[in-house]
């Protein structure tokens, strides 16, 4: 089990300067995920109620030792940003935080830190069990992701990564139209290919721990 724990901490906020009190995590054990949506030990839930802050003053969201983009203060006086494009988040103020950190990014032409800011998004919605708000922010990473194949050349594991996205909104013709034939020298991302082809064809829509499936290929 995780040995880390939440508490509030003083910060200043980079944009405006205002102190404010936010959630951080000590440092401690966390024990390994194996989901297919390939979290690493850093971002488990604990970690992504953490992650970014919400300035109580000016509204702007940041990470610690972010560097304030020379936008920031028009970003956070639009109509886009404050309402966020007019999602309803209710409770989710983390999922809230992730959507408005992935509109600064945006802005700022940083395409990776978009992708993985709407991702994790869902993840903190998946950890809640809301699915709405999970699929809208894993179609908002299939967005990014196009810019990004278009603009740059795609690792592998970000091509694996998106064949969950994919199958977690429903898309599960293109899962086995373009990861039936997946070809890799790294023997996990095939096994994962082929097991993420196995759940579409079963219109499984579901996160899944790998040990649960993977003696389903043997």
């Given at each position: 089990m995780s040995g880390q724990r939440p508490y509030l901490k003083n910060a200043i906020c980079p944009l405006c300067g205002t102190e404010i009190q936010t959630l951080a995590i000590t440092k401690g054990y966390v024990e390994p995920r194996y989901t297919f949506d390939l979290r690493s030990n850093s971002?488990?839930?604990?970690?992504?109620?953490?992650?970014?802050?919400?300035?109580?003053?000016?509204?702007?969201?940041?990470?610690?030792?972010?560097?304030?983009?020379?936008?920031?203060?028009?970003?956070?006086?639009?109509?886009?940003?404050?309402?966020?494009?007019?999602?309803?988040?209710?409770?989710?103020?983390?999922?809230?935080?992730?959507?408005?950190?992935?509109?600064?990014?945006?802005e700022n032409?940083?395409?990776?830190?978009?992708?993985?800011?709407?991702?994790?998004?869902?993840?903190?919605?998946?950890?809640?069990?809301?699915?709405?708000l999970s699929v809208m922010f894993r179609k908002k990473t299939l967005e990014v992701f196009d810019v990004l194949w278009e603009k740059f050349e795609i690792s592998e594991g970000f091509y694996i990564v998106r064949a969950d996205i994919l199958r977690r909104i429903g898309d599960f013709e293109t899962v086995i139209k373009e990861y039936s034939k997946f070809y890799s020298l790294n023997d996990d991302r095939v096994m994962i290919a082929q097991i993420q082809v196995l759940l579409a064809k079963k219109k499984d829509d579901r996160c899944h721990f790998l040990p649960e499936y993977s003696a389903l290929l043997s």
């Open positions: 971002v488990d839930h604990a970690n992504l109620h953490s992650g970014l802050h919400l300035c109580t003053s000016c509204g702007y969201v940041f990470a610690e030792n972010d560097e304030v983009p020379s936008n920031a203060k028009d970003i956070i006086k639009t109509e886009a940003y404050k309402t966020c494009n007019g999602i309803d988040f209710d409770d989710e103020i983390t999922a809230e935080k992730y959507y408005k950190y992935a509109l600064i990014q945006l032409d940083n395409f990776y830190g978009a992708f993985y800011a709407f991702l994790f998004g869902a993840w903190v919605c998946d950890d809640h069990n809301n699915k709405e």
